[in-house]
């Protein structure tokens, strides 16, 4: 299907243009979000007659944007969520509490604005963009940690899970003694069981 866009579609067009996209894409939503107008006559003479004025609303929008985009100047917002030793957390963060978190941070933020290519699974700092506008956007980072403390290392740029392991390897920690007389694959329990019988 044929549409002309009304305004900056990421990797389809700017105003005016007018692009072939699959029919469902137009149907579901283009035409609902009136991002676009089915391209037929009409439709184009309609699009031309006022043009200045969607260009001239789509530019007082993105000044908004800009404006709002200079307070999102070095954000970052911590999430705290229970994960494993190695890491991975219980769940993920979603965009609804990227969201949450912004907006608790202070910055109102719709949740179609959050770009989030995958759920995040794992602790750790991520860079997160945020659409304010189609031409607007700014990255926010994401500290996702286990602790407030942790939290704090890891936005001093410290790799928590390595320090970890570095204890651990330190303390003689995560390795299993080694037998030699154990079977490939047994585990400790049984290897004290043949032992004994």
């Not at 305004?7 to 072939?20: S, Y």
């Not at 990255?139 to 940690?145: E, F, L, P, R, Y």
């Amino acid at each position: 299907m044929d549409v002309i866009l009304l305004e900056r579609v990421e990797k389809l067009g700017g105003i005016g243009d007018v692009v072939k996209v699959k029919d469902g894409f137009a149907r579901n939503y283009l035409l609902p979000n009136k991002k676009a107008l089915r391209a037929n006559e009409a439709n184009r003479k309609v699009f031309e007659a006022n043009r200045a004025r969607i260009e001239a609303e789509n530019a007082n929008r993105r000044g908004e944007a800009e404006k709002e985009a200079k307070t999102f100047k070095d954000v970052s917002v911590t999430i705290i969520r229970q994960a494993s030793n190695a890491g991975q957390l219980y769940g993920s963060v979603a965009v609804r509490d990227l969201v949450d978190a912004l907006n608790d941070a202070g910055h109102k933020v719709a949740k179609s604005a959050v770009i989030l290519d995958r759920p995040i699974k794992a602790i750790g700092v991520y860079d997160i963009r945020v659409a304010l506008h189609p031409e607007v956007s700014v990255t926010v980072k994401v500290n996702v940690a286990r602790s407030p403390e942790e939290a704090e290392l890891q936005s001093q740029g410290v790799d928590v899970m390595a320090q970890v392991f570095e204890e651990g390897r330190d303390q003689g920690g995560f390795t299993e003694a080694y037998d030699a007389n154990a079977e490939p694959g047994a585990s400790a329990e049984v290897r004290e069981e043949s032992a004994e019988g």
